[in-house]
Structure formats: C-alpha cells, structure tokens
C-alpha cells in the first residue's frame, strides 16, 4: 500500500478517533447484557409464523412501505390520522435517519449524559456536534443547564430516552414539557423500554408541533427481527422518509411483526412477568451491603457496587454476561447493569453474586 492510500489520508477523524460499538460473545453464557425478553413466544404462535414465513415469496423485495405492518401498527397504537409512522431496521435506523437529516454545517444535536451512546456515536457519523448535558447525581435531569445549552446552541435534535439507558429511571414530565416548549428543534422521546414503564408521551403527540415519539419490538420480545419506528406529524415524517433506504424492512420482518402485533397481550403478559421480577430484583439487591440499587421502569437495574470491574468478571467467569458501566462516565462510576431474564436466570444471577460476594470480603 503506498503513503497516500493510507486510512488515515482518507477516513474522516472524528470516525479514525472512534471505537466501534462492541458487542461481547455470549455463546454458552446467562445472557443479561443486551435488555433482550428472555421469553421466547408460544409454540402454536411459532407454528403460524413457521407456516407464514415457509410461504413468503423471498425471491421478490419486500413491501417497500411496509403498508399492512403500518396499518396494523397504527391499529395497535390507536393513533390519531394525523400521526404518521416511519419504520426502521431498529430505532438505532431512526436515529441515523434523523442525525442525516440534519446534518447541515453547523447543526448541534443535544442529549443527556449517560444515556443510550448511539445518540452520540450516531451524531458523530452524521459530523454533527453532539453536546452531551450531564444528568443530576440522581439521574434527573438538569433542567437549567438543559435550557441554557438550548439557548446557547440552538439544537436541531434533542434526544431524552423514556425511561432511560442506562440509569433506568424516568425523567420529570413537566420538565420534559419545558424543553419541547422551550425548543426550535425536534424532540424525540425514545421510548424503548415504554413496555415495562406505564408513562409515554404519545398523548402528546398531537400538543406539541415539534415532538416526535421513538419506539422499538426489540425490548418487548423480537430484537431479533430488528423494527423500529418513530411517530410524529406529517410535515416531519414526510422528510424523514426520503432518507430512507429502499426495502429497509424485510419480508420476514414484516411479516413476522404483523402477525405478533395480533397477539401483543402474549407480549404484554410477558412484560408483567419482567415487571414483577424486576420487583423482586431490586428488593434483592437492595438487601446487600454495599450495593445502592437505582430505582428502575425498565427491563433492567442499575446498581452500584464497590470493586464492580471485579465483579463483572467473576460473573463472566460463572458465565453469566451483565454490563459493566464502569469507567464510560463519571456518574456512572463502579455501576452494572442487570437486564431482567427468567427467574431461573435471575435466581442464578442473584446466588453468583452472593457467592462472589462472600468470597471477596
Ligand atoms: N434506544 C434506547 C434507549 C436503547 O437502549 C436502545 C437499545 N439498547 C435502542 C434505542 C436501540 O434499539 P433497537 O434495537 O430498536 O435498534
């Protein structure tokens, strides 16, 4: 190769200076790591889309707009007719789709710190400045230091993740509001983890001309399918969709999604099972010295716990894969992330640690 093909004459910087998005092997492992449902669906529903997707004619592209999974969904959401949906291969398209958008020079999208690292890492391929608001010590929100970076930079996107990664909890409504009203931008609530939360914002939808709602099946039970979407008014969408690469959700997504969306009490009853271990999660880990658990509307807690680096890899070594957290961000010092799986997987996560524990005092 001679100097001047080089990677670093060619690719941009800021994408040389990154690292990529890791995903750890988990082959063999309890996996708690990805906030995945750890319920797989019955099997009389497996059989119906076994029948389905035997028959789906693969050799031609899919649905390009997707119309009857849109319809369903909008059936399911009981949207109102000036609510338009955009689909996504995952909401992480969504966010891609929104962050290229934008991307004139100059443009700023705003989040807070921690949240979900897409948002940031996705700025950052689009070559836009992500300014980054760091929450409370509790996770709230700084809401005046929030307002004064909207004045200052006058954003085109701001991202709030409802509840969000990875601290769990739900931001404060009214100060949601105060931002969507204090803005000349968008604001997209990503509404990921709504299934285990019982608060969202699509009421709103219809209130305030510059919001629009992010969700995604992935956290409710078909992260494998990979589907996302983002609801909002039309004059958005509309743009939104001309970047939207042709044929982005495949035949066996739309299939597969649609015939589930006939069935979401299967995926509702298994979010309650997720809920109610949840409770019992938290009580659990509340109960060991030396653990502070926050307060979660998610499938996952966080917790913070002396020596954690330590902990995640005695863990690992039972083969049992959380998150480890520390060192990503200074509030998020010594902190893990548990996602919620079967009680058989979280009464083996919860005796590891126990046995882990015992061991290292
Ligand atoms: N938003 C948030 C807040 C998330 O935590 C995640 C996944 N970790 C996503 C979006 C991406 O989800 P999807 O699988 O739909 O791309």
Known sequence: MSNSHLPEH???????????????????????????????????????????????????YPDASAAALKEKLRQTLAISDDIDILLGNGSDE?????????????????????????????????NIQYVGIPLTQDFSLNLDVMLAA???????VIFLAYPNNPTGNLFDRAEILSIIQATSGIVIIDEAYQAFADASFINELDQFPNLLLMRTLSK???AGLRLGFLLGRSEWLIQLEKMRLPYNIGIMTQIIAEKVLHHTSVLSKQADAIKSERTKMSTFLATIDNIKVYPSKANFILFRIH??????QALKQHKILIKNLDGTHPLLENCLRV???????????????????????
């Open 10 to 60: 060619i690719i941009r910087p800021e994408i040389l200076a990154l690292s990529a998005y890791h995903v750890p092997p988990a082959a063999g492992m309890i996996k708690l790591d990805a906030m995945e449902n750890p319920y797989s669906l019955s099997p009389e529903l497996r059989d119906e889309i076994a029948q389905l997707t035997a028959n789906a004619p693969i050799n031609r």
């Open 307 to 312: 020596a954690a680096a330590q902990i995640f």
């Open 94 to 126: 969504i966010i891609q789709i929104i962050a290229m958008a934008v991307a004139k020079p100059g443009a700023v999208i705003i989040g807070v710190e921690p949240s979900f690292v897409m948002f940031r890492m996705i700025a950052t391929f689009a």
């Open 220 to 222: 409710s039970g078909l």
């Open 339 to 361: 996602t919620i799986g079967t009680p058989d997987e979280n009464s083996q996560f919860c005796s590891t640690l126990q046995t882990i524990l015992s061991k290292t005092v």
């Open 150 to 156: 909207i004045v200052k930079h006058k954003p085109a």
